[in-house]
Nanobody, 116 residues
């Protein structure tokens, strides 16, 4: 079992920045990939960014060049730095951990609201 606790988020103006942090506990040795997903009202949950244990990252086209995911394997954290925010980035953001047997665990979600 893996537990994920998110922090950060909140309200920002368009063009501003926010940072999300996710702390993992439990069977952390089994985590293969950590990522951030988001779900806007009326839309499906979508991948924002992910990062492997070895540091290989992947981004949704809509956030490339604006968001940066980082991971600290020693601290068992995965952060998402969000710059140049847009109103379309408004959503609930969820931390995700995929384990070596590809089980998925989710955080409780944190709201990000970007005003124009």
């Amino acid at each position: 079992q893996v537990q994920l606790v998110e922090s950060g988020g909140g309200l920002a103006q368009a063009g501003g920045s926010l940072r999300l942090s996710c702390a993992a506990s439990g069977s952390i040795f089994s985590i293969r990939v950590m990522g951030w997903y988001r779900q806007a009202p009326g839309k499906q949950r979508e991948l924002v960014a992910s990062i492997s244990r070895g540091g290989i990252s992947n981004y949704a086209d809509s956030v490339k060049g604006r968001f940066t995911i980082s991971r600290d394997n020693g601290e068992n954290t995965a952060d998402l730095q969000m710059n140049n925010l847009k109103p379309d980035d408004t959503a609930v953001y969820y931390c995700n951990a995929a384990t070596t047997n590809w089980s998925h665990y989710w955080g409780q979600g944190t709201q990000v609201t970007v005003s124009s």
